[in-house]
């Protein structure tokens, strides 16, 4: 184990937030993981972690997970939460999809936040992007009834692509996208679009309930 990582089942000083599963092919044990027993949300590729550590400060009565494959950008989310003591927030270095599918006990989530996907704008990378019917479905799966998915991009085409793949699927529904409410609740990469005065499409589906 890393030594900026810790086993989820010691009860270690919070030197870090970057957890190692007990096990990488079953669920998450969520009440391990947290504190308190209380709404998860899921940041899909958090990054630096600005976003992540904005938004896990001003809502204490809900977790948080950050996800990203890269050590190199968790380090810093990692700095951001510990200095701030944020006692419910949790990162995992790990392939987004794999977490998704195979590490999120199913009907947990009550909000994904995936902003600012890699958009590999080459038609022959296409392929590598988070979004596909998938990963819909893993998502779909990992959500609470009402749960939400929200996204943002400045990458048009791509934007298309989550809006066909979410209005084809009828087990969703359209929801308002999110607005930061605070600047810091502006992610790294959305601080880099403002600037460049980029439009930003932000979309948000629900999980719908198919009860009549
Ligand atoms: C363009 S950055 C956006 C970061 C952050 N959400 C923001 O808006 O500032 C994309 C992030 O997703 C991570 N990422 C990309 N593909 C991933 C995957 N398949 N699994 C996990 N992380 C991924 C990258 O390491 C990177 O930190």
């Known amino acids: 184990m890393r030594r900026t990582e810790r086993n989820i089942e010691a009860a270690l000083p919070e030197k870090t937030a970057i957890v190692t599963p007990a096990s990488w092919t079953q669920a998450l044990d969520l009440a391990a ?32 997970l950050g996800v990203d494959r890269q050590l190199a950008r968790l380090r810093p989310a990692d700095r951001k939460v510990v ?7 949790r990162l995992l270095r790990v392939e987004a999809s794999y977490a998704v599918t195979h590490l999120l006990p199913p009907g947990t989530v009550s909000r994904f936040y995936i902003f600012f996907p890699d958009p590999w704008p080459k038609r022959r990378h296409s392929r590598r ?9 893993a998502l779909h799966k990992a959500l609470a009834e009402g749960g939400e998915v929200h996204t943002a991009t400045d990458h048009g085409p ?29 992610t790294e990469f959305e601080m880099i679009f403002v600037r460049q005065n980029a439009p930003i499409a932000r979309q948000a589906y629900r999980k719908a309930s198919l009860r009549s």
Request: charged share 25%.
């Open 33 to 64: 993981l947290y504190p308190a027993k209380q709404p998860l949300e899921v940041d899909v590729g958090c990054g630096k972690g600005r976003f992540l550590a904005a938004r896990a400060a001003a809502c204490p009565g809900r977790n948080f």
């Open 129 to 137: 992007r988070l979004f596909n019917p998938g990963f819909r479905d």
């Open 83 to 89: 200095r701030a003591g944020l006692a419910n927030v």
């Open 158 to 186: 791509y934007a298309e692509v989550i809006r066909g793949l979410f209005q084809a699927d009828p087990r969703f529904a359209p929801a308002p996208g999110f607005e930061p409410l605070t600047e810091e609740e502006r």
